[in-house]
């Protein structure tokens, strides 16, 4: 069967209430990229929007914080009080560059600095709290846990992407998809100022509720209980040098917990070679005991580690009722792995009982830890986290914290029918793919090795494309793997002068994706298609994208050398389905990755992503 993996989060219900104070945070793109018009552009559309505002303590109260790989405040909620002195300092804003547009950290450093009373909040007096995101691009950092953060908080976050955005993102910030608006450009932004205007007069404060929803009972009295259980690498690969800074940074979280019987209760497992457990979830049920435990705790020792057979122990060990688990009782459980080297075992059989089980996986990866295994681990790939060394686990604490505290519940969602798919691989074969085509080629072989080929099953087609398209085979040209992986073997770099990504795409929904070309679209096979490009399109690809998402299909892009993130983002439905390398030389570490969204994603899964 094909499993689809749910987090259940919290829904919200919003209030329209007419109340002339309002906190309003504007969190704006300054990056290189933008450039200085856009800049000034994006100037104008605050200008416009506070006009229409009664400015002041007793009022409507704006802060505007810049962004682009790092986050700066312009000035604060309290800062100015009267309309002159805010439009004065909106007037004199200049954008102050910057390489990245790392959009999480910046929500996360709007929500730690600006909504607190000390910065003129007055979100404990019931004034309504809101982010105004305005953004040139698509984000290069993880978005999902801070969007969830705000979400919470009850504050209501405006998600508005210009140009190159990826939408997907923005409905995931956005508080409710109807604060998601997307402007084909920053004149366009300026021109329909008033939407936003009057959504921002209309709403009122939120209620974040703890409703169960309709796929997965959630029990909502126990949400403020859950069990955390960490798993930590006490192999050579810490080592007694390192091992201290992996316990303070335990000890760091575990600071932040409400510890109790009823409220959340830890467990602590080392491994190497085998695993042991150092404390149950029923051992302490103070936080005194605790940390004073964890601060005694020395290294296991042992030369290699078996991470998969470790996830089994904590399942089999850990997660039970006998030592402490309400895993009956439908309290939330967390699992934190930290490991520091790469698995002597496989971790996929352990990593999926553990998701089946409804236990949500956090996994840390440092030093030699591989980037895919964690992926593996982990219950989400949004919950896998790697740093280079022991001194990075600082920056990712409080994200780790945040997840472990507020993930609610996760599961597993089985589709008992066998998943039939329709796959058609959509190559560059232009000058630009050059001497990179045949390890291209290499890579769509080993793909295709692990799908399950044939007429009631997987079907492939393969289409090459430059300035014009060019079918290869189409989806009923052949029935079985040998048959595809021959013809594969067969394909030769087409050429031609140019690259028309958005004249390919179109192509391949018209023309391939279609009946009689063995597309079973009306039988509801998923239709996946898979770009694979090695530049910038030299045509538009955004209503190419759009009319390949309105026609059912999943589009999943891979680019390398000259292609362009920000084009490759449009195309698609989520940033999880983008891939990004320096060269093609890269390819085979997307492998499984690839497979793994191949073989689980369906039209069902994207229900609700924008079209």
């Known amino acids: 069967g094909v499993a689809r993996r749910e987090i259940i989060l919290e829904p919200l219900v919003i209030h ?54 790092v986050a700066s405040t312009e000035f604060y909620l309290n800062t100015h009080s009267t309309k002159p002195n805010l439009q004065a300092n909106v007037k004199a804003l200049r954008s102050k560059k910057g390489p990245a547009l790392n959009t999480g950290a910046a929500l996360n450093y709007v929500y730690k600095n600006h909504f607190t009373r000390s910065a003129g909040s007055r979100k404990e007096d019931g004034v309504p709290q809101f982010v105004v995101l305005v953004s040139g691009g698509p984000s290069t950092d993880s978005i999902r846990l801070p969007a969830f953060q705000l979400k919470q908080a009850a504050i209501m ?58 796929i997965i009972e959630v029990v909502t009295e126990v949400v403020t209980r859950r069990d955390i259980v960490f798993l930590i ?88 009722k006998s030592t402490g688990s309400g895993i009956d009782d439908g309290v939330p459980q967390i699992l934190v792995v930290v490991t520091a080297g790469r698995s002597q075992d496989d971790v996929r059989a352990s990593a999926e009982a553990l998701a089946r089980a409804h236990i949500i996986t956090i996994a ?83 793909v295709i090795q692990e799908l399950d080929i044939g007429p009631d099953k997987d079907q492939i087609a393969v289409v090459q494309y430059s300035h014009d398209p060019k079918t290869e085979f189409e989806l009923n040209t052949y029935t079985s793997k040998d048959e595809v992986l021959a013809a594969t073997t067969q394909l030769r770099r087409k050429t031609g002068r ?71 983002h449009q195309i698609v439905y989520s940033p999880d389905f983008v891939f990004v390398l320096q060269t093609f030389h890269n390819v085979p570490t997307i492998q499984q990755r690839l497979i793994s969204i191949l073989k689980q994603v369906s039209v069902e899964s994207l229900e609700g992503q924008p079209q």
């Open 16 to 69: 329209e209430v007419r109340d002339r104070r309002k906190d309003i945070v504007f969190l704006i793109d300054g990056s290189t990229e933008l450039g200085t018009s856009n800049f000034l552009r994006i100037r104008e559309f605050i200008l416009k929007i506070i006009n229409k505002f009664v400015i002041g303590p007793d009022a409507v109260q704006v802060a505007v914080v810049q962004y682009s790989n």
């Open 233 to 320: 690498d006490g192999s050579v690969n810490v080592g007694n040098a390192y091992f201290p800074a992996l316990r303070d940074f335990i000890v760091r979280i575990i600071e932040d917990l409400g510890i109790g019987v009823d409220r959340i209760q830890v467990a602590l497992v080392q491994y190497s070679e085998d695993a042991r457990a150092e404390f149950y979830l029923n051992s302490y049920s103070r936080k005194d005991e605790l940390l004073s435990h964890v601060n005694r705790l020395r290294l296991k020792g042992g030369r290699s580690i078996k991470t998969g057979a470790a996830l089994d122990y904590v399942l089999r060990n850990m997660f039970v």
């Open 364 to 446: 840390i990866g440092i030093n030699e830890a591989e980037a895919t295994e964690l992926q593996r681990i982990s219950f989400g790939e949004n919950l896998a986290y790697r740093v280079g060394d022991f001194n990075g686990l600082e920056n990712i604490r409080e994200p780790v914290t945040l997840s472990a505290k507020s993930l609610v519940f996760g599961g597993i969602i089985e589709t008992h029918a066998a998943r039939k798919r329709d796959i058609v691989f959509l190559i560059d074969g232009s000058p630009g793919m050059g001497r990179s085509f045949p390890q291209v080629r290499e890579f769509l072989l080993k």
């Open 157 to 214: 976050t405006f998600g508005i992407g210009v140009g190159g955005t990826n939408q997907g993102e923005m409905m995931e910030i956005a508080f409710a998809p109807m604060l998601v608006y997307n402007m084909t450009d920053f004149q366009d932004l300026i021109n329909k100022h008033k939407a936003v205007q009057t959504a921002l007069l209309k709403l009122g404060p939120p209620t974040v509720i703890t409703e169960s929803p309709t």
């Open 498 to 568: 140019v690259l028309n990504t958005g004249a390919a795409l179109n192509y391949v929904t018209k023309n391939v994706f279609i009946t009689s070309a063995g597309s079973r679209r009306d039988t509801g096979a998923t239709q996946i298609l898979v770009l694979i490009t090695a530049g910038k399109s030299r045509d538009d690809v955004g209503q190419a994208a759009f009319a390949v998402k309105r026609a059912g299909i999943v589009p999943i892009a891979i680019g390398a050398k000259s292609a362009h993130s920000a084009e490759l």
